[in-house]
């Protein structure tokens, strides 16, 4: 069935619906004080579609008008210890390909700017972020944050690197935007650009199941990346995957504009894509039959299951459990997160220290790439518990 909406990358009117999630939390990362709260929050429609041209996914049912950033969002990925050294190797890579030495950065959707801080650390750098969730003192040594969206208005000085991190899969015109972000750089500047986001291909095929939340509306591969910066005027460098395939990167600048390098690295073929999405909705509902059956057998005996990591994937996946999912018990490091509700299902969320006293049989840890991390700090409190990333 061709859709009839057109890619929001590349333009092609050949997009296909994949798959239908009906009423789910519109925001996985906010978490509400009590659990009536949490149970009424708004929810929409999930309705994936792929291009049969780029392999781009997106979701046909996305509302803007339903999703507002507002306070309350805590996506902070930050409290990881595994998360942080790869930002700052991610930070590292960048100061070693683009001398930044007296030079300016920006970075669209800074959050808290811990990266931009850490990107910023050459002799002379300065930076400017933009992020309208921005709380906190501005860190001064040359740095400034705006907490404003980004193209607000006019950048005024040249600027020697543009970056964002997990920002653009939230933007319902990912090309307009990308324009925007063009025009915003002044005369005279010729910035390199760097944008990462989830990685559509990780989604598909390595088991992201969890990843289609509402608050994404674009799921990007290194194919559709590319078309989408391409249509926009950017020369396209490079896209590679990082942080164990989850995450796609992509380089660009505007020295020729619309192209594309042939290099790109590796891209994968949209019918791989195309196959992977049409076999999505079978793979899913497997896989809950199959936790659902673990957590009755669990229930039934009395124990509870660790629900590990209270983010995008967590929240996804105890609503797409339904009552099944009544026995997992929401857990994360983020000490901001703890004693509210998840979203639909109004779990609360507690501490790890709190683990040791609720009769744990099994551990899901909800991203795989944490799991060693996590199993050691299970094993630490005492609990013998199977630790399984999901
Ligand atoms: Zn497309």
Request: glycine share 12%.
């Given at each position: 069935m061709s859709g009839d909406r057109v890619c929001l990358a590349c333009g092609s009117s050949e997009v296909e619906r994949f798959l239908h999630l009906p009423e789910v939390p519109v925001f996985c990362n906010v978490l509400l004080p009590t659990a009536e709260e949490a149970v009424v929050a708004?929810?929409?429609?999930?309705?994936?579609?792929?291009?049969?041209?780029?392999?781009?996914?997106?979701?046909?049912?996305?509302d803007p008008e339903l999703?507002?950033?507002?306070?309350?969002?805590?996506?902070?990925?930050?409290?990881?210890?595994?998360?942080?050294?790869?930002?700052?190797?991610?930070a590292a890579e960048l100061r070693d390909r683009h001398d930044l030495t007296d030079s300016h950065v920006v970075e669209i959707a800074c959050g808290q700017?811990?990266?931009?801080?850490?990107?910023?650390?050459?002799?002379?750098?300065?930076?400017?972020?933009?992020?309208?969730?921005?709380?906190?003192?501005?860190?001064?040594?040359?740095?400034?944050?705006e907490?404003?969206?980004?193209?607000?208005?006019?950048?005024?000085?040249?600027?020697?690197?543009?970056?964002?991190?997990?920002?653009?899969?939230?933007?319902?015109?990912?090309?307009?935007?990308?324009?925007?972000?063009?025009?915003?750089?002044?005369?005279?500047?010729?910035?390199?650009?760097?944008?990462?986001?989830?990685?559509?291909l990780y989604?598909?095929?390595?088991?992201?199941?969890?990843?289609?939340?509402?608050?994404?509306?674009?799921?990007?591969?290194?194919?559709?990346?590319?078309?989408?910066?391409?249509?926009?005027?950017?020369?396209?460098?490079?896209?590679w995957e990082t942080f164990a395939g989850q995450f796609l990167c992509i380089e660009a600048d505007l020295e020729d504009a619309g192209s594309i390098a042939p290099d790109l690295g590796p891209v994968p073929e949209t019918a791989e894509l195309v196959g992977l999405a049409a076999g999505l909705g079978e793979q899913m509902a497997g896989l809950l039959d199959q936790w659902?059956?673990?957590?009755?057998?669990?229930?039934?005996?009395?124990?509870k299951v660790a629900v590990w990591g209270v983010g995008s994937k967590g929240v996804t996946f105890l609503n797409l459990m339904g009552d099944a999912g009544a026995v997992g018990v929401p857990v994360d490091i983020n000490p901001q997160k703890h004693g509210l509700h998840v979203p639909g299902t109004g779990q609360r969320v507690v501490a790890p220290e709190n683990l040791p006293d609720l009769g744990i049989r099994l551990v899901l840890v909800m991203n795989p790439v944490y799991t060693a991390e996590i199993e050691g700090m299970v094993r630490a409190r005492g609990i013998d518990a199977e630790v399984v990333g999901v």
């Open positions: 708004p929810r929409g429609d999930l309705d994936l579609g792929i291009c049969r041209s780029c392999g781009h996914v997106f979701n046909l049912a996305y999703v507002r950033y507002a306070e309350g969002y805590e996506n902070s990925l930050h409290h990881s210890p595994r998360f942080q050294s790869y930002a700052e190797e991610l700017g811990d990266f931009l801080k850490l990107v910023c650390s050459e002799p002379g750098c300065t930076g400017t972020g933009f992020d309208p969730s921005f709380r906190g003192e501005n860190p001064g040594k040359g740095i400034t944050i907490p404003e969206y980004f193209g607000a208005r006019p950048l005024g000085r040249t600027v020697d690197l543009i970056c964002c991190r997990h920002a653009l899969e939230h933007i319902d015109e990912p090309v307009e935007f990308m324009e925007m972000v063009k025009k915003a750089i002044p005369a005279g500047s010729s910035p390199a650009v760097f944008f990462e986001m989830p990685n559509s989604s598909l095929r390595d088991g992201g199941v969890w990843d289609f939340i509402y608050e994404h509306v674009s799921y990007f591969c290194g194919r559709s990346l590319s078309a989408c910066f391409s249509r926009a005027g950017y020369s396209v460098r490079r896209t659902r059956g673990r957590f009755a057998e669990i229930a039934a005996a009395g124990g």
